[in-house]
Structures are given as structure tokens and as C-alpha cells.
């Protein structure tokens, strides 16, 4: 019997390039199955040294029910486990309907919820070998540095099972930007206000909306 595949909803996400006709939007192409959508991701991370110094030698996918990848590191082996920052549940399962705009300490603790609620899973374990990554595919959830910073706080602040966690935003298929979101310097944080960002919104620029530029000599 022929194995029935899954396909996961996954967002719109690329970059904007210079072209004979001014400017247009390059949407990656993402696989139709969740694990090879990881696979994606996983490859394209760990092919540039992270913020933190660590360089990633190679990365094996585990089979379901386990961590989900294994990892070489210049830091010895590592579990790598992966979070997409995507609140379907109140866009009824869809990314169309996603909004441009969002209150940065609101998206972070959603995005604070979700990474306690999966260290719970690995209460108990080494805390030395688990890796977290949040990752999006959809340009709307697009994380500020306001997002990065407040997660910075409150995952430096309060206890989980990582004993890292990086944060990637793809460009193209095979590129993307990284953040250090876990360890942070604990006396970086002592004058910081986080109630600060509770009246801030953010704005992601749809890239669907763009319209090439007229050409100029």
C-alpha cells in the first residue's frame, strides 16, 4: 500500500530582486511535507557559523516520535529541536488571512508559550544537549527586533530545557538571518522594562504587494 503524504500548510516568504523590469518578488518554493520543510530549514541554518561562534559539522533527521534532528557540533553533539512561529489556530488554519501587523510583547509571549510548553516535554533531561529553533515561513510573522529582544529577556529570566535557542528567518531557499535568542548575559537585562513594548506595533511589508518599479535610464 502506497503510504499517504501529509502536506503542510506552509506561508509565503522571499526576497525582492533588482531586475531588467525594476523589482520582483521571488517566493521560495517550500517542499509539500513537514519533515522535508525542516529539512529545508535545518540545512539552510546550519550552513553559516551562528552568532554565538557555534559551527554546526552535520545534521541527521530522526525519525518521528524523537528529537527532531541530530547535530555535529564544535561544541560536541547536540539535540535539535525546531518551533514555526505560525498562530494559525486564530487565522482559522490559514496564512492568507494573517494580519501585517501584530503588538510585539503580545507575539512574544505567544511565542514564550509555545517554547515553554515544548521544554515541559524534555523536563528532566539533559539540559547540555537540546538545541531549540523558532523559524518562520510567512513574511507576516516576520519577527522585530522588539520580538527578539522581549524573548531575549524572558528566556534568559525564566527556567526551560534549552540550553540554546536561535531564532532563523529565511531569505532564499538556501540563506537566512540568525539570532541568538538563548544564553544572554544575565546582567544585560537589569534595567530592562519590558512593560516598555506593551503599547508598540509592528508593520511587515507584504511582499505581494509589490509593484515593480518603473524603469529610469
Not at 531588467?20 to 540545512?43: M, N, S, Y
Not at 534568559?156 to 538571518?177: K, L, M, N
Request: proline fraction near 7%; glycine fraction near 4%; include cysteine.
Amino acid at each position: 500500500m502506497t503510504k499517504k503524504i501529509h502536506k503542510k500548510p506552509v506561508g509565503t516568504i522571499g526576497p525582492i530582486r533588482l531586475c531588467a523590469a525594476g523589482a520582483e518578488f521571488h517566493k521560495v518554493r517550500f517542499p509539500d511535507t513537514k519533515d522535508e520543510i525542516e529539512a529545508l530549514i535545518v540545512q539552510a541554518f546550519a550552513s553559516e557559523i551562528m552568532p554565538d561562534g557555534l559551527m554546526i559539522t552535520n545534521v541527521d533527521q530522526n525519525a518521528e516520535n524523537d528529537f527532531d534532528f541530530f547535530l555535529k557540533t564544535t561544541d560536541g553533539n547536540k539535540y535539535l529541536e525546531l518551533i514555526e512561529v505560525a498562530p494559525l489556530e486564530n487565522l482559522r488554519g490559514s496564512y492568507k488571512v494573517a494580519p501585517s501587523t501584530y503588538k510585539p510583547y503580545d507575539f512574544a509571549a505567544y511565542i514564550l508559550s509555545k517554547v515553554l510548553s515544548k521544554s515541559v516535554r524534555y523536563r528532566g533531561a539533559k539540559k547540555s544537549g537540546i538545541v531549540l529553533l523558532i523559524y518562520i515561513t510567512h513574511w507576516s510573522f516576520t519577527l522585530s527586533e522588539s520580538v527578539i529582544t522581549l524573548l531575549q529577556y524572558w528566556l534568559t529570566t525564566q527556567s526551560h530545557s534549552f540550553e540554546r535557542i536561535y531564532c532563523y528567518q529565511p531569505i532564499d531557499p538556501a540563506s537566512g538571518v540568525r539570532h541568538l535568542v538563548f544564553p544572554t548575559p544575565l546582567d544585560h537585562w537589569s534595567t530592562f522594562v519590558p512593560d516598555a513594548f506593551k503599547d508598540k506595533l509592528v508593520h511587515n511589508l507584504s511582499p505581494l504587494l509589490w509593484n515593480p518599479m518603473p524603469h529610469t535610464l
